[in-house]
């Protein structure tokens, strides 16, 4: 570790990039631990609730929970293919993508760019509009007709951010192409063949 000797105080002070450089590439016995500890019970979950349908609705209901949290489980690992910081190999990230983007209803190649491009300006409220959460300024909150204040309050709300607005994403937005592409890969879209878009 690279400690440097604080000249005012005198004690050794220590980079924040050499603490976090072990976790700068990644581990693959790790990425294997995760993607069993995650898509097994995920799965198993998922069956058990098949079969319990029958059984009980409230007892699904309650297995539900835990799904989901190995749910979003799984888009960490999407996310992280995304990136490709999941594994060495860019193969390797982009078929495991492939397979959590289908758990969350996401197709992985067109969400992988726009979050490139959303990295890329996140902050710069020049080029808003890609991965983002609608952002005004002062003065363009300010400016606006009350209509446009009112929807930009309402969308701020949390039940707005954090229930409403990740269910609209996930099971509409992303089903519907953002780009002119033909009547083929729309249709391949809809029926849930994620293929690289644009």
Not at 42 to 54: E, H
Not at 111 to 137: C, F, K, P, Q, S
């Amino acid at each position: 570790m690279n400690e440097n000797l604080d000249q005012t105080s005198g004690a050794k002070k220590i980079r924040w990039q050499d603490v976090v450089a072990r976790y700068a590439s990644s581990d693959l016995r790790r990425s294997w631990w995760q993607v069993v500890n995650t898509l097994v019970p995920f799965f198993a979950l998922w069956y058990l609730m098949i079969r319990t349908v029958s059984i009980s609705f409230w007892l699904t209901l309650l297995l539900a929970i835990p799904t989901a949290g190995f749910m979003v489980r799984s888009f960490i690992i999407f996310h992280d293919c995304g990136h490709g910081s999941f594994f060495k190999s860019r193969k390797a990230n982009d078929l495991l993508g492939i397979v959590t983007g289908i758990i969350n209803f996401t197709p992985y190649y067109r969400w992988r760019h726009e979050h490139a491009i959303h990295h890329a300006t996140a902050g710069n409220l020049d080029r808003r509009g890609v991965g983002d959460i609608y952002t005004m300024t002062v003065k363009e909150y300010l400016e606006a007709p009350w209509w446009k204040k009112f929807g930009y309050r309402v969308m701020r709300n949390p039940l707005a951010l954090f229930l409403i607005g990740p269910l609209l994403v996930f099971v509409i937005v992303e089903r519907i192409p953002q780009s002119p592409v033909g009547k083929l890969l729309r249709r391949e879209l809809r029926a849930g063949n994620y293929r690289r878009v644009g």
